[in-house]
């Protein structure tokens, strides 16, 4: 028997809580007609059915008295099951609230979620009739009230940020001083040793793989895998079941003092979200929400409206150029500002959301139109990961103001520079200065570079220096997945070696990494677990392995503490040099250019310099003054010195002999040592030599006049720098 419930009204989407009930709606111009399932407080059985009395717009609505916070429910809706022209209702699949604000439990592929009859020989032509009630997941309902305790946004200037990429699982699964219990959710990540290891390390914001709920494919299922990354989402205000401690809200209140203790701490939050495609994956996958609901809208279908677009490498595209899909996916980025409190996104496949109707990208599609005038997403951080396998897919730089994308161009151009590629001198040189051809076009800032070398998606930086191929073994897909060009470089030994010289290699080609990631212009993204040595044993695809191949190991001996300790000096330096984190474009012309480039003999860098394609040394000066008299506030800071020898020989270095720098240097990172020398050593003056071993870089800094003041002469400064190198 169906239940009766009144009209309600057609807003807000989904459950919401008010009157002694709650109202419901629901989008879909597919439906004849749509029932409420209410569940008991395990979520197992069905108490009541109420079929919706109202439909406005094609926004199915209806209020239910007696409903509270903490109610399972689901929807099943009654509509064409016609999979040949693009419709997939079924209402023997229960389904999920596209606007549920928590999920009941994890997602894991099941057999009687799929809206088709497996094993027939028709496949998803013929509709399977069993109920899915029993396994699938449940919407919960949410009381709308958290005590925030007057929490603000760190509100960090993007040029002043510094991301770290992390897995909310991965963290603190086996981190030391984490409770037991709490390691690998939320509450773990908002524990006070987690904090303190954040802030020992300096950076100023997480940014979280994905925490929307999202679903275990059944194939990985059944070869005893887990979708670890969580690019697999289907509910786009959920926080994801599995990283929740406890509590009967889906884990809302820990998410919440999850983000209210990292900006205590003065860290911010940014969401790695996937809004171009969902779990519910090509004609062939399961029914859990969106396919059910209203396939031919939610979803962007070929010409043969029975198979989809495929913009983003897994079985659909969601088509946010419909105005219904479009209003979901902005009233769900909303939410997680406004009553979760984070301060960014980050965009997984960011062309795939931001095309036409047609299929096109350019400014003026709906998604990037309705986040250039929203009041709300203009005052956080938006971060495009700019590219999806659509035709001209590949977007570096063609995001609008206002936006920062991941550069691939700087990952690509860095890596190869190190690695001893021929010709990489020129474009490297740019990838210090933020990438202003491909950025600059835009009239935006340097800060719209987010710089990676390494990220979840490859080799981890240890692996990106011991492995030549990938070793995907592991995934159970015979190393077929996983990027096989890799622009890694193994120092000479594929994988794990007792060579002495080839680890001392390693270790250095880390810090070079490092340290030119977080001295180039633009804003710098480490990999978690980069900075302690984390390797995933040369699996640069590790998206299906909850395991200690992807987990941080903290243990002594497996934890680089050396290479931790260097990387938090590489971060207080940068947050030192202003110069680095300005809002203009260096311009190497003019009177005062503010980047001036040199040869290894101190001179300027001619054309011949730049094109030979054995180029492998480097100097340039970002000069502190220069970029000051551009605008920026506050007093000149100093100007900074970096050294790059790219050879596999070791060569002698001429400290630029200009005196508008000041009248010393003072040497702050040398990458082919792990300690810095005395500080009585590091003062060098113009014209000073210093020997910069294979494959390194140093980093000097300009003195204050009253140290340059009683800086040796250039032969004793010589004489000190060679032995400080």
Known sequence: MTDQCEPGRPWPMGMHLRDGGANFALYSSAAESVELCLFDAQGHHEQRRIRLPACTDDIWHGFVPGVEPGTRYGVRVHGPFDPAHGQRCNAHKLLLDPYARAIDRPLRGEAVTFGYLLGHEEQDLVSNDGDSAAVAAKSVVIAPDFDWQGDRPPAIPMADSVFYEVNVRGFTQQMPGVPEELRGTFAGLANEAAIAYLKRLGVTAVQLLPVQAFNDEGRLVDAGLANYWGYNTIGFFAPEPRYCFKGTDGGVAEFRGMVKALHQAGIEVILDVVYNHTCEGNHLGPTMCFKGIDNAAYYRLMEDRRYYNDFSGTGNTLDVSNPPVLRMVMDSLRYWVEEMHVDGF????????????????????????????????????????????????????????????????????????????????????????????????????????????????????????????????????????????????????????????????????????????????????????????????????????????????????????????????????????????????????????????????????????????????????????????????????????????????????????????????????????????????????????????????????????????????????????????
């Not at 592991?474 to 060009?485: C, F, I, L, T, V």
């Not at 710098?524 to 695809?541: A, K, S």
């Not at 299906?544 to 934890?559: K, L, M, V």
Request: glycine fraction near 8%.
């Open 346 to 725: 980050r965009f997984d496949l960011a062309p795939a959301i931001s095309r036409d109707a047609a299929g096109a990208f350019d400014h003026r599609t709906p998604f990037l139109s309705a986040v250039a005038q929203d009041p709300v997403l203009r005052r956080v951080k938006m971060i495009a990961e700019p590219w999806d396998l659509g035709d001209y897919g590949y977007q570096v730089g063609g995001f609008p103001v206002g936006w920062s994308e991941w550069n691939g161009s700087y990952r690509d151009e860095v890596r190869d520079f190190w690695r001893n590629a021929d010709d990489s001198l020129p474009t490297f040189a740019s990838r210090l200065c933020g990438t202003p051809e491909i950025f600059a076009p835009s009239r935006r800032p340097p800060s719209a570079s987010v710089n990676i070398v390494t990220v979840h998606d490859g080799f981890t930086l240890r692996d990106l220096v011991s492995y030549n191929e990938k070793h995907n073994e592991a995934n159970g897909e015979h190393n077929r997945d996983g990027e096989s060009h890799n622009r890694s470089w193994n120092c000479g030994v594929e994988g794990p070696t007792e060579d002495a010289g080839v680890l001392a290699l390693r270790a250095r080609q880390q810090r070079n990494l490092l340290a030119t990631l977080f001295m180039s212009r633009g804003v710098p993204l480490l990999l978690g677990g980069d900075e302690i040595g984390r390797t995933q044993q040369g699996n640069n695809n590790a998206y299906c392995q909850d395991s200690p191949i992807s987990w941080f190991d903290w243990r002594d001996g497996a934890r680089d503490d050396a290479l931790l300790a260097f990387t938090a000096k590489l971060i207080r330096l940068r947050k030192e040099l202003a110069v680095l984190r300005g809002p203009h474009w260096p311009v190497g012309d003019g009177a005062h250019p503010d980047a001036t480039w040199y040869s290894v003999w101190g001179l300027p860098m001619t054309e011949d310099e730049w094109q030979h394609p054995a180029a492998r040394c480097l100097q340039v000066v970002f000069d502190g003054a220069a970029d000051h008299a551009k605008g920026r506030a506050g007093a000149p800071g100093p100007s900074v010195l970096l050294m790059f020898n790219g050879a596999p020989t070791s060569h002698l270095f001429t400290v630029p002999p200009e005196t508008r720098f000041g009248q010393a240097w003072q040497l702050r990172i040398a990458t082919h040592r792990e300690q810095l020398p005395a500080r009585r050593a590091r003062r060098v003056a113009p014209g000073a030599k210093l020997r910069l071993k294979a494959h390194a870089m140093m980093v000097l800094t300009q003195l204050a006049p009253a140290l340059s003041a009683s800086a040796p002469s250039a032969p004793a400064a010589a004489a000190t720098a060679r032995a400080a190198a």
